[in-house]
């Protein structure tokens, strides 16, 4: 059963609250309060490829075709120990070593007329490149509301519980889904280390 922030068992713990912070992150590209983010930019490339076979018939031929995909350029993120607040009180979380399921705060796809093609990525550009490049930023914001199953253990510095990563536990995972949209959308045995 879900556990209340006041009411957590040392052992494994599921809760549900919101993400808070006094020092929260600023993510890189939306520039949104958040406990977690990670970014990523891909460039688009493409190439004609001109290859020589032999054919059924033993003739050697040559056929061209082109090639294309995305890249990632450069990428990056950053997460802080946060608290999960619920209507009885707070409990510290440390997401390193989770599962995270987080939620998509920036998106956006431009050439290099746009301001942000240089100025959140790289000077250089990859080999074949169109000079596309896609932007995107997943997140848990600030106030967002949580669902978290993981170990609960004491605390050293008061006397308090708090979340983290255990190598014996069974799971770990921080979610933006409900348990009901996690438990109709995966088998839970998916999250298992």
Known sequence: PTSKTQGAFIGLTELQGTAESDNPLISFLAAAHCV???????????????????????HRRTRTRV??????????????????????????IIPEGAKIQDVTIFSETCRPSDPLYY????????????????????????????YIMGQARERQDIAAAEIAHDKNAEMFLISTKTEKQISSGYNVLVWFL
């Open 119 to 146: 100025g959140k990525g790289p000077a250089h550009a990859v080999s074949h490149s169109t000079h596309e490049r896609h932007f995107v930023e997943t997140a848990i914001p600030l106030h967002t509301m949580l």
């Open 67 to 92: 090639e294309s995909g995305w890249s990632s350029v450069d990428s990056g993120g950053h997460s802080i120990a946060f608290y999960l607040k619920d209507d009885t009180g707070i409990l510290r």
């Open 36 to 58: 977690y983010y990670k970014w990523d930019v891909q460039e688009h490339w493409r190439k004609t490829v001109h290859e020589t076979y032999t054919d059924s018939k033993g």
